[in-house]
């Protein structure tokens, strides 16, 4: 089969794998109709993430039609069109039965705190993703679900990760009615997070980027003030300024990894290759809660050596929620709200690229070229 292939930072080719194959009574092989990139594979993509492999295949956004299962699997057969969450869990662990799906405590040796992710690196438990014809689903009987006749391929692929993983970010910040809430980033997972939070009865929306285009998004889609945070020395004082010099009820960093920032916070916060990333959006979110406030974290994050400001934290009282999204509780709520008009979660998707072109796709998003904000990968077998 056709799949995605990491040859080190920068550089991803398409190349010829082997099929995979049922490995444990209760898998799936599932063929893959749509996938998509997600800003967390850009940290993988830049070198980021420890131990990601030369041969791994990325992916954790991905629909398709069952191929093949297990002997043991029961509740779906071969020809349903399904969603898969991006976690790996075995559904009955002391986390899983608590709805962490993400904290499975059985799917990853790799790691005492996440669980398995689709091709997420050996941290994640070195699972092959869906950028790729076939792909292979553990625990089918737990993660992946039929896909309602009236959902749209799109949004069913944007229900995998982005949309959750938004929603999650917005019920992590405890939003109480009339609440400022300030997003950092204006990728998907931020675009989301913005949208869901005037469902929570937040009273002001503002996202912070660098992108113009992104911004613009964040205006029309989630009807946010937008701050473009190149135009000030700033952000923090303007952020504060914007508050009536408070700061928000809530914060919610939507970036993690690979925060952009002013020239000193990159030398006392130095992007290093030997950790997950830079914690900028997290000092500017706690910089601009107010005491008493709540900061989310949903954007990945790899270990970290540099200086994330927790004595600030702790001395004005914040409140910090944090964890990967445990997808599949998400899905009957966002369902109900995507059937009923209050989300169209395809309206993001500004690109679909045929997986031959994936190489040029990763390029492209990483780059910021054509007002690239959400690309679909769509596949011939589709």
């Known amino acids: 089969m056709k799949a995605m292939a990491y040859r080190g930072p920068y550089r991803i080719r398409l190349e010829e794998k082997n099929f995979p194959r049922i490995e444990h009574p209760n898998d799936a092989i599932v063929r893959v109709q749509r996938a998509a990139i997600c800003g967390s594979d850009l940290h993988l993509y830049h070198g980021l993430m420890p131990d990601t492999r030369v041969g791994h295949t990325f992916g954790h956004e991905f629909i398709g039609v069952v191929h093949e299962i297990g002997p043991s699997v029961e509740n779906i057969a071969p020809g349903d069109r399904v969603m898969v969450p991006f976690n790996i869990f075995c559904g009955s662990c002391y986390f899983c039965s608590r709805g962490l799906y993400s904290n499975c405590h059985n799917v ?84 989301f997070a913005a949208k869901s939070a005037w469902l929570m009865g937040a009273g002001r929306v503002l996202v912070v980027d660098h992108l113009d285009f992104r911004l613009q998004k964040a205006a029309t889609f989630a009807h946010a003030e937008t701050f473009n945070f190149s135009e000030y020395g700033d952000i923090v004082v303007e ?104 989300f169209s979660p395809r309206d993001i998707v500004t690109h679909h690229i045929p997986l031959e072109e994936i190489a040029e796709g990763y390029h492209m998003f990483s780059s910021k070229l054509d007002d690239c904000i959400k690309p679909v990968i769509v596949f011939g077998n589709d």
């Open 108 to 191: 990853n040796p790799n790691a005492t705190a996440v669980g398995g992710i689709y091709g997420y690196s050996h941290t994640c438990g070195g699972y092959d993703g869906g950028q790729a014809e076939f792909v292979r689903v553990p625990f089918a009987d737990v993660g992946p679900v039929p896909i309602p006749d009236w959902l749209d391929d799109d949004d069913a692929v944007m229900l995998t990760d982005a949309l959750p993983t938004g929603y999650f970010g917005a019920q992590l910040g405890n939003i109480a009615e009339g609440d400022t809430v300030i997003v950092f980033g204006a990728g998907p997972v931020g675009l």
């Open 239 to 342: 952020m504060k300024k914007a508050t009536g010099y408070l700061g928000a009820d809530v914060v919610i960093d939507a970036v993690g990894a690979e925060a952009d920032g002013n020239l000193l916070m990159h030398v006392t916060s130095a992007k290093l290759k030997l950790q997950g990333g830079s914690p900028i959006a997290l000092n500017w979110a706690i910089d601009s809660v107010r005491k008493g406030g709540t900061v989310s974290v949903m954007g990945a994050y790899g270990p970290m050596f540099s200086a994330v400001k927790f004595g600030d934290a702790m001395n004005k009282g914040v409140t910090i929620n944090a964890n990967q999204c445990p997808v599949k509780r998400q899905w009957p709520r966002l369902l109900s709200h995507i059937k009923e008009g209050y």
